[in-house]
């Protein structure tokens, strides 16, 4: 089946590093995202890793791909207060000559000082 | 850049009535999306407009139809609303093979 999955919420302080973890299922996704939404808006794409790789590095951004679990995170270094969003992983499944993004309920990370 | 334009942003509906969401792109993106967002559920996929002229089911279609009117314009229409149709709906565009998808600000529908 397709199914992904999230923790809720995370609370980090200002400065902290932020681990944010997803469980997929499909085990043929061709790459993997992550989306950022910020209060009253829309998803925007922050990173994707494509499924053959381990490790992606992004300025602050460390995504993390373990396909034999089937477990992906989204490390933040020094998490800032305008890292307060819900982040949400995604699969990418194709559907003959579709690609299906499928979400996870999204995480909310609250920053505090 | 506009990218991709919802509307409206807001909306309240009785039960039975019917409305139209409108969604404009851009960006000459061939493949666009409409999604609705539940608290818990993160997003389910309604339909879908591989390209122009062609639209197909995603996950949770029934209550809704879409139109693709042409590359630019996908719009999703609530026929007889419903309480469970409570949500915030988002349209999303991306070029077709690729899955970075560029979304909407959203609409948040509520049916009483």
């Known amino acids: 089946g397709e199914d992904v999955e999230q923790s809720l919420f995370l609370s980090v302080r200002e400065g902290d590093s932020s681990v944010i973890n997803c469980t997929y299922t499909?085990?043929?996704?061709?790459?993997l995202y992550w989306y950022k939404q910020e209060p009253g808006a829309g998803l925007q794409l922050l990173t994707y890793?494509?499924?053959?790789?381990d490790m992606k590095q992004d300025q602050r951004l460390t995504v993390l791909l373990n396909k034999k679990d089937k477990h992906l995170s989204l490390r933040i270094a020094d998490t800032q207060t305008g890292d307060s969003a819900i982040y949400f992983c995604?699969?990418?499944?194709?559907?003959?000559?579709?690609?299906?993004?499928?979400f996870g309920a999204g995480t909310r990370l609250a920053v505090h000082p | 850049n506009a990218g991709v334009t919802q509307t409206p942003k807001f909306q309240v509906l009785k039960t039975g009535q019917s409305m139209t969401l409108q969604c404009a792109q851009d960006m000459n993106h061939n493949s666009m999306y409409w999604y609705r967002q539940d608290p818990g559920m993160g997003l389910r996929l309604i339909y879908y407009s591989a390209s122009e002229g062609t639209t197909d089911k995603g996950e949770v279609p029934n209550g809704y139809n879409v139109s693709r009117l042409n590359k630019r314009e996908f719009s999703l229409r609530l026929e007889s609303a419903a309480p469970s149709q409570t949500s915030v709906y988002f349209c999303?565009?991306?070029?077709?093979?690729?899955?970075?998808?560029?979304f909407g600000q959203g609409t948040r529908l509520t049916v009483v």
């Open positions: 995604a699969e990418s499944i194709g559907t003959g000559g579709y690609n299906k993004l499928i």
């Open positions: 890793i494509f499924s053959n790789m």
């Open positions: 499909d085990s043929s996704s061709t790459y």
């Open positions: 999303a565009s991306s070029e077709l093979g690729t899955d970075e998808a560029f």
